[in-house]
């Protein structure tokens, strides 16, 4: 059964940083693109920045510069280093391995507060 677990949220003040983490489990996603994605309150979910097995990064234009995706396929880990947080950023996080169908982790909540 696959199954993604993410870590690292919480609450932090603005400028501050948290790193989040999230573990596949079940198969081997080492031919995946890995993603992180976040949903504020009363938005649609959206695509943050994505990893592809081969390392090409993709930055939502929000978090560009502030945010960086990184993966170790052996481990079968993708990580957010979040850095500058803004209030805004606030939402639950979450993991996710892209395809057919595309695995969802249950998510972790980020606030910032000012």
């Known amino acids: 059964q696959v199954q993604l677990v993410e870590s690292g949220g919480g609450l932090v003040q603005a400028g501050g940083s948290l790193r989040l983490s999230c573990v596949a489990s079940?198969?081997?996603?080492?031919?995946?693109?890995m993603a992180w994605y976040r949903q504020a309150p009363g938005k649609q979910r959206e695509l943050v920045a994505h990893?592809?097995?081969?390392?090409?990064?993709y930055y939502a234009n929000s978090v560009k510069g502030r945010f960086t995706i990184s993966r170790d396929n052996a481990k079968n880990t993708v990580d957010l280093q979040m850095n500058s947080l803004k209030p805004e950023d606030t939402a639950v996080y979450y993991c996710a391995v892209l395809g057919l169908p595309t695995y969802w982790g249950q998510g972790t909540q980020v606030t910032v507060s000012l």
């Open positions: 079940g198969t081997s996603f080492s031919f995946k693109t």
């Open positions: 990893i592809t097995p081969e390392g090409s990064k």
